[in-house]
């Protein structure tokens, strides 16, 4: 009996620091993923804001930029989401779709497009996503404490199964058949 009990201990020991290990894994995969996102607006916004504070002298003046190889392009992204995990390269993958539509969306509009309005939008979207973490954090600092609590909770169970087999041994002795049909005789 002592045995199951060390067993079922270290099973729950087990069992709670892998959901330690799985919430940890969460919130860093949530972290990194904000800050891809965030870093891609940061760059779509400068991208957008560097594109119109250009003047149309300056715009004249810049010589087009030299063409390049679509063949030594696909080669180099290539190699930059070789150095990627799979769940990075679907990330990437995600913001590059997203920064082409964003492309469409400004060439609709042409020079009637605002992409400080545009920018303005995305920043308070971002706004709003980042003021959860701080609730977020609080809750799983919360979580966290109350799973700490399991292994003490178990080794309290354990004694009171203990306990209550001794007193189920004992209504056996007295009460003959019906004590060894009492359900604490496990």
């Not at 270290?10 to 620091?17: G, K, M, N, P, Y």
């Not at 870093?39 to 810049?62: D, E, I, K, M, S």
């Not at 082409?100 to 060439?107: I, K």
């Amino acid at each position: 009996m002592q045995q199951d009990a060390a067993t079922e201990v270290s099973r729950l020991t087990a069992t709670v620091e892998r959901l330690a290990n799985s919430l940890e894994r969460l919130e860093q995969r949530q972290r990194r993923a904000k800050a891809i996102a965030a870093a891609g607006l940061l760059a779509v916004a400068g991208l957008l804001l560097g594109g119109h504070l250009l003047n149309p002298a300056q715009a004249q003046a810049t010589p087009p930029a030299a063409a390049r190889d679509p063949a030594a392009v696909a080669a180099a992204r290539e190699e930059l989401f070789e150095r990627l995990d799979a769940d990075q390269r679907k990330e990437m993958e995600r913001f590059e779709q997203d920064v082409g539509w964003v492309s469409q969306y400004r060439a609709l509009y042409g020079d009637q497009f605002d992409p400080a309005a545009m920018v303005a939008v995305m920043l308070g979207r971002m706004a709003r996503s980042v003021h959860a973490v701080p609730d977020m954090r609080t809750e799983m600092q919360v979580m966290n404490a109350k799973m700490n609590a399991l292994p003490v909770m178990a080794a309290e169970i354990q004694g009171m199964n203990a306990k209550m087999g001794v007193m189920a041994a004992g209504m056996d002795s007295t009460m003959g058949r019906a004590g060894r049909m009492m359900p604490w005789n496990w």
